[in-house]
C-alpha cells in the first residue's frame, strides 16, 4: 500500500497532517462560529414565535372587544327603541285627553323626546367610539411596534367606524 502511495506521489504523513487540521477547523467552527449562529437563529425563532403569539392574542382581545361593542349598540338601540315606544305612548295618552291644543303640545314633547333619546344615543355612540379608538390605539401601537400621534390614530378609526356605521346603514 506503502508503495502505491509512492507511486501516485501521496505523502501520509501530509494526509494525516490534513485530516487533523480538517478535524481541528472543524472544532474550532463548531465552537466559535456553528454554536454561536446557532443560538442566535434559535433566539431570533423563539421571539418570532413570541411575537406571533402576542399578535394573535391581541386580535383575539379586539375580536372580543368588538363582539362586547356590537352587543352594546344592540343594547342602546333597544332601549333608544322602547324610551321612542314610551314618548310615543305617552303623547297618544295626552292627545286623547287633551283638545286639539293639547295634540300640538304633546307632538312638541313627543319631537323633544325623540330629539333628546337621539343626542343620548349619539352621546353614548361617541363615547362608545372613544373607548374603542383607544383600544385600537393600544392594539395597534403593540402590534406595528410604533407609535402613530394620538390624532392620527383617532382619525384613521373616526374614519373606520363612520365606515361600518355608513355601511350597516
Not at 462560529?33 to 406571533?52: F, K, N, T, W
Not at 344592540?74 to 293639547?102: C, F, H, P, V, Y
Not at 300640538?104 to 373607548?131: T, Y
Amino acid at each position: 500500500m506503502e508503495s502505491l502511495f509512492h507511486t501516485l506521489g501521496i505523502d501520509q504523513a501530509v494526509i494525516v497532517t490534513n485530516i487533523i487540521s480538517f478535524l481541528l477547523l472543524y472544532l474550532l467552527l463548531k465552537k466559535y462560529m456553528i454554536g454561536p449562529v446557532s443560538g442566535i437563529l434559535a433566539q431570533r425563532r423563539s421571539d418570532i414565535e413570541s411575537s406571533y403569539q402576542r399578535i394573535a392574542d391581541e386580535t383575539a382581545k379586539v375580536q372580543q372587544l368588538q363582539t362586547e361593542l356590537d352587543s352594546r349598540l344592540t343594547e342602546i338601540e333597544a332601549e333608544g327603541r322602547a324610551k321612542i315606544q314610551e314618548a310615543t305612548a305617552s303623547a297618544n295618552r295626552m292627545k286623547d285627553e287633551i283638545l286639539a291644543e293639547a295634540r300640538a303640545h304633546a307632538e312638541q314633547v313627543k319631537e323633544r323626546g325623540v330629539a333628546d333619546i337621539e343626542r343620548e344615543r349619539d352621546k353614548a355612540l361617541q363615547s362608545i367610539r372613544e373607548h374603542v379608538a383607544d383600544l385600537v390605539a393600544q392594539a395597534s401601537s403593540k402590534i406595528v411596534g410604533e407609535s402613530l400621534d394620538d390624532s392620527r390614530h383617532r382619525a384613521l378609526i373616526k374614519s373606520a367606524l363612520d365606515e361600518l356605521e355608513a355601511s350597516k346603514n
